[in-house]
T-cell receptor, first 110, second 112 residues
Framework: GEDVEQSLFLSVREGDSSVINCTYT??????LYWYKQEPGAGLQLLTY?????DMKQDQRLTVLLNKKDKHLSLRIADTQTGDSAIYFC??????????FGGGTRVLVKP | DVKVTQSSRYLVKRTGEKVFLECVQD?????MFWYRQDPGLGLRLIYF???????EKGDIPEGYSVSREKKERFSLILESASTNQTSMYLC???????????FGSGTRLTVV
């Protein structure tokens, strides 16, 4: 079955860039997503990328996709304390369902 | 904006109770999903539905059932709650033509 892997934790200083990495196994993935979850809240879609793209930029967010290596990353420029959250990578392939990674907890230190 | 509303933020139930978790969406989406979220495991799909009265098992359906009698409402049922079902439950919906998934705020269920 599909598998999506992320590191568990990332600590970064305010103002630095954060890079969250994700690997997936399903080569038929059509869309790859990044979601953000703040404490006590549901998931908020941050951005997504089609599998035929290799980069997408949206303000402070840059998504890079290496389809050959099945590697996805999310870079957050000028990280702020409000960026502290859990970030989930997800891939959508077969049918409608999404497969999620375990989430990366990002802690931004002042 | 699409809204996905889960009826309860927090629930505490006893072992063996029958538990209903309700989810309502207001944008006429065909697809609805129930996930559970556990630390380090991410979100795992329990059941999903692509139309009224239709349902499909996800990755971890054991111990759960669902009901979709109306398009806007998707219920998750724990027939006999057990302590290992203590978790955060997240509902999501998506249009049948594609597009993004919208999540509810979650229901944190504790089974004692």
């Amino acid at each position: 079955g599909e598998d999506v892997e992320q590191s568990l934790f990332l600590s970064v200083r305010e103002g630095d860039s954060s890079v969250i990495n994700c690997t997936y196994t399903d080569s038929s993935s059509t869309y790859l997503y990044w979601y953000k979850q703040e404490p006590g809240a549901g998931l908020q879609l941050l951005t997504y990328i089609f599998s035929n793209m290799d980069m997408k930029q949206d303000q402070r967010l840059t998504v890079l996709l290496n389809k050959k290596d099945k590697h996805l990353s999310l870079r957050i420029a000028d990280t702020q304390t409000g960026d502290s959250a859990i970030y989930f990578c997800a891939e959508g392939a077969a049918g409608n369902k999404l497969t999620f990674g375990g989430g990366t907890r990002v802690l931004v230190k002042p | 904006d699409v809204k996905v509303t889960q009826s309860s933020r927090y629930l505490v139930k006893r072992t063996g109770e029958k538990v209903f978790l309700e989810c309502v969406q207001d944008m006429d989406h065909e697809n609805m999903f129930w996930y559970r979220q556990d630390p380090g495991l991410g979100l795992r799909l329990i059941y999903f539905s692509y139309d009224v009265k239709m349902k499909e098992k996800g990755d971890i359906p054991e111990g759960y059932s669902v009901s979709r009698e109306k398009k806007e409402r998707f219920s998750l049922i724990l027939e006999s709650a057990s302590t290992n079902q203590t978790s955060m439950y997240l509902c999501a919906s998506r249009a049948g033509t594609g597009g993004n998934y919208t999540f509810g705020s979650g229901t944190r269920l504790t089974v004692v």
